[in-house]
């Protein structure tokens, strides 16, 4: 899932280089709301103690 986000993450930042301000923008929306649901799983997976695979 970190590894979708950080795609994302780079389309946005090319897409932004570009001027392609409407894509960048979902892009980087994309890229939060992963990077957001990887941390909340990585949070529980701590908690729970069980290793992620």
Do not use: P
């Amino acid at each position: 899932m970190l590894q979708y986000a950080l795609i994302f993450l780079v389309v946005a930042i090319i897409a932004g280089v570009l001027g392609f301000s409407g894509v960048a923008g979902t892009a980087t929306w994309i890229a939060q709301v992963l990077f957001l649901i990887f941390l909340v799983l990585f949070l529980i997976s701590l908690i729970s103690g069980r290793r992620a695979v």
